[in-house]
């Protein structure tokens, strides 16, 4: 099995709250992860302490075997991994088109000051809106579309980057039934193109059917693992759900 | 340098410390209620240092006496920028677009304060203007303490206000968390409009203060604007005693340094220290960690 | 057809610019055209940092008399010729501007604003005091680069040099606008986190940006230290010149390339009228701080964006896009 995410003893405390705390945890490369756990056991701080928006107090983060940890988020991403935000973050006053021609990665002064938008990188991103299922929408304003198509515009721009881990915080969090469908088979499609997912998520009926392998927090540390059949029935787990 | 020298430059300190205290308190209100840097806060303390010279032009009277007029005032015209200008921004870009709000208005004071008074500088003679009183070996302007001592008195009426009142409490309750205070039933509308207008009145004393021992001339606002922004970024914004703190230690150091570098290059004392706690720590010394992302 | 307009827009403007001294009926007129011209280059400049990320700088008047100093200093002190001395002044001030902005783009939104007043108040403070560099309120006085020239020749030909600026500095921020530099920098403007998250190197992009408009900016300066030949510290660095570039960018529009060139205009023009009436009154500090509170309140997008709204709410009504895709959301487009 290839090594890809890996934490080890990673913690991040903010005043006297302990929202990390010494969490080791690895997640399966190749696969659909999920994390879950109750409100405020840390889940999206560990998201932010991996991709580098929040500095980690101790611990480390690996990826593919490479030392993420206290790596700024823009190479965290050159690295491989994309994400995306809980409350869904576009970029409201772009062009749907902009959002996805903003994650354009253009290497040395020539290629950063060759025109935005070559016909090369407009395909790519036609086809990723296509695959998201928002391609008439390219000439749009962001702010002005719904929050599911937003939800599926950001869903786009990571994509766009070409990330082969992608980490999503809450994908159906606010979204229609049909819709959570819909992102669900795209998540399954791109897995199966060979990208990882890790998800974070509350719709526990999503998580099971979706993922290969699941990671449960509890207090800012992992206490079960395993695939979804076996944690659902971990007696920690009910614990930690149900306070029992 | 004579250790009387240097205690009488401590006690100065201490004195121009307690004024900056009491300014920054303002500023630190605004921007705990509603995220606002107040630019214009010492536009309106150089207003109401005219105010109090023009009172005392007219009237005869003492200064302070203009303060029964200025505060209550002062108070209202907060309520009703908070009301009319800043609740007017769109809340995505309030902090951005205050300050060139509050900029604005700040400029204009300026430009009227030339229009009305002219650029000529202005002083008030009072009979006590020049006496000064012996305090251990050091010689001290009695206007100074008089500045300190209504700086001191609004500083502790301040305190009073913000811990033993119910408005108080609402209007703590708003800077810590709004939406929380709104579940609580706290209008936090009405809240920050009255922070606002607390703050503001603590330009009013602070003016009046500044009149009794300074010159006046209507760009002047700019000398103290650096300073104060200094100290609330120093202080951790939002922290009303840490901007206090941060207060006491910059005016002390300024006065202590007027020693040996004279009273110009003192001043640069304010944006070291500003620029050194960007470099060190953004989130200010003494304070929240509101500083970085406000 | 609509870039062809474009074009023909862009000939008529500029041949009215180059042909403008032709028809200017004295050299007051002149020297007042000579004086919006380095309003537009200063809010232009100030627009490629502005306008791009969204870190508006009250204090770009630093580099504006940085500029001005350093091109004074290295001809009377050193005996550059003036030209040179307005390129290594553009130079010194681009290396300056690179520890400054490190420190500055640390904070973002509102302690971005503190630190760049604050900036300009040091400056002052510094080259008022500094009196054997400086010459200090004294003012320094700069030595025409063509000495042999009237007055009416002099703004003439500067009227032209800063034309020829301002066009170096709208083709760089067209350039900018277009590219992936620009798109990523405007990343920035929306959303930081985001921007970073996606891959953009925030930080390398906003110091470039900044770096850039600095270097600018202290042409502007340098330039205008060439044609007016005598410096004061409380005019140079004052919070007044870079609170102008601010209202020009915003009043015409930060996200258009003649958006602080139209703001440049309208203010400037205004500014001298107010001068003429009003003389030495501060009345002129009045009607900038009304007019910056009216763009920040009622249009801050700038006029550009705010009279086509107008026009097209004139127009035929535009159908809502929400409600046409949400039907299309409808038709499942994903297997």
């Known amino acids: 099995m290839t090594a890809g995410l890996e934490t080890r003893e990673l913690t991040k405390a903010f005043g006297g709250v302990v929202a990390v705390d010494h969490a080791t945890v690895s997640f399966r490369h190749g696969k659909v992860n999920a994390l879950i756990g109750p409100n405020g056991s840390g889940k999206t701080t560990f998201f932010n302490c991996v991709t580098g928006m929040i500095r980690p107090d101790s611990g480390t983060a690996s990826y593919r075997g490479k030392d993420i940890t206290r790596t700024a988020p823009h190479r965290v991403a050159a690295a491989g991994i994309g994400r995306s935000f809980q409350l869904c973050r576009i970029f409201p006053r772009m062009t749907v088109m902009e959002n996805l021609l903003a994650a354009v990665r253009p290497q040395g002064i020539g290629a950063l000051l060759r025109r935005s938008g070559g016909a090369a990188d407009v395909e790519r991103a036609r086809g990723w809106l296509h695959r998201v299922g928002i391609d008439h929408l390219e000439a749009a304003e962001a702010r002005d579309l719904s929050y599911g198509q937003q939800k599926l515009l950001e869903l786009a721009g990571v994509l766009m980057a070409e990330p082969e881990t992608i980490m999503l915080d809450e994908p159906a969090g606010g979204v229609n039934p049909a819709l959570i469908d819909r992102i669900a088979a795209l998540v399954r499609e791109l897995n199966a193109e060979g990208r990882t997912f890790i998800v974070v998520e509350h719709n526990m009926e999503l998580v099971m059917s979706l993922s290969d392998h699941v990671v449960v927090f509890d207090r800012g540390r992992p206490i079960a693992e395993g695939p979804p059949a076996d944690v659902q029935s971990d007696p920690a787990v009910l614990e930690a759900y149900l306070g029992v | 340098m004579t250790g009387t020298l240097l205690f009488q430059s401590l006690v100065l300190g201490v004195l121009l410390g307690g004024l900056y205290a009491l300014l920054a308190a303002g500023l630190t209100l605004y921007f705990g209620v509603m995220r606002v840097v107040m630019i214009a806060h010492s536009a309106f303390l150089v207003l109401a240092a005219y105010l109090a010279w023009d009172f005392n032009q007219r009237t005869g009277l003492d200064p302070l006496v203009s303060l029964v007029v200025t505060v209550p005032l002062f108070f209202l015209a907060g309520v009703g920028m908070q009301r009319l200008l800043i609740a007017r921004l769109r809340p995505a870009t309030v902090t951005m677009m205050s300050v060139l709000l509050t900029f604005a208005v700040a400029l204009t004071i300026e430009g009227l304060l030339g229009f009305v008074y002219s650029g000529t500088q202005r002083r008030i003679q009072l009979p006590y203007s020049g006496a000064s009183i012996d305090f251990f070996g050091a010689r001290i302007a009695v206007v100074k303490l008089i500045a300190f001592g209504l700086a001191a008195l609004a500083l502790l009426g301040l305190f009073l206000v913000l811990t033993r009142t119910r408005f108080g409490q609402a209007l703590r309750a708003t800077i810590q968390h709004p939406q929380a205070a709104q579940l609580l039933g706290i209008d936090t509308n009405r809240i920050a409009g009255f922070g606002f207008g607390l703050g503001l009145a603590t330009a009013a004393i602070g003016g009046t203060a500044l009149a009794l021992d300074s010159t006046i001339f209507p760009s002047l606002h700019w000398h103290w604007i650096g300073p104060l922004m200094a100290i609330i970024v120093v202080g951790g914004l939002g922290s009303v005693p840490g901007a206090a703190i941060a207060a006491m230690l910059l005016g002390i150091m300024q006065s202590l340094l007027q020693l040996p570098m004279g009273t110009t290059w003192a001043q640069t004392v304010f944006y070291l220290a500003l620029f050194a706690t960007l470099m060190i720590r953004p989130q200010g010394f003494f304070g929240g960690r509101l500083a970085q992302r406000f | ?335």
């Open chain 3, 1 to 335: 057809m609509r870039s062809a307009s474009r074009w023909v827009a862009l000939a008529v403007g500029v041949a009215l610019v180059l042909a403008f001294p032709l028809v200017s009926p004295n050299a007051y007129i002149l020297s007042a055209a000579v004086v919006i011209l380095h309003y537009a280059v200063l809010s232009t400049s100030w627009n490629v940092v502005g306008g791009f990320t969204g870190y508006i700088s009250l204090g770009h008047a630093a580099y504006f008399g940085l500029g001005a100093y350093g091109t004074a200093l290295l001809i009377t002190r050193a005996g550059v010729p003036s030209f040179l001395a307005l390129g290594l002044a553009g130079l010194v001030v681009a290396v300056l501007a690179v520890p400054i902005g490190i420190a500055a783009l640390r904070v973002r939104g509102a302690s971005f604003v503190i630190v760049s007043i604050a900036l300009v108040l040091i400056l002052l403070l510094v080259f008022q005091s500094w009196r054997e560099v400086t010459g200090g309120s004294d003012g320094l006085v700069v030595p025409r680069p063509f000495p042999e020239l009237l007055r009416p020749q002099h703004h003439l030909v500067f009227f032209y040099l800063f034309a020829a600026l301002l066009a170096l500095v709208l083709l760089a921020w067209w350039t900018i606008d277009r590219s992936r530099f620009g798109m990523g920098l405007k990343a920035i403007r929306e959303d930081e986190d985001k921007a970073q998250a996606l891959g953009v190197p925030t930080f390398a992009y906003k110091l470039a940006a900044f770096v850039l408009s600095a270097t600018f900016t202290a042409l502007g300066g340098g330039m205008y230290a060439l044609w007016f030949g005598d410096l004061d510290p409380v005019f140079q660095f004052s919070i007044l010149i870079g609170s102008y570039m601010v209202l020009m960018a915003l009043l015409g529009g930060v996200r258009h390339l003649f958006g602080p060139v139209l703001g440049a205009l309208v203010v400037g023009v205004a500014l001298e009228f107010f001068k003429q009436q009003y003389g030495d009154t501060q009345f002129h500090l009045v009607a900038t701080g009304l007019l910056l509170g009216v763009v920040v309140l009622f249009m801050p997008d700038g006029v550009i964006p705010a009279v086509r709204g107008l026009l097209a709410r004139r127009g035929p009504q535009q159908s809502s896009i929400r409600e046409v895709s949400a039907a299309e959301l409808q038709k499942e487009r994903v297997p």
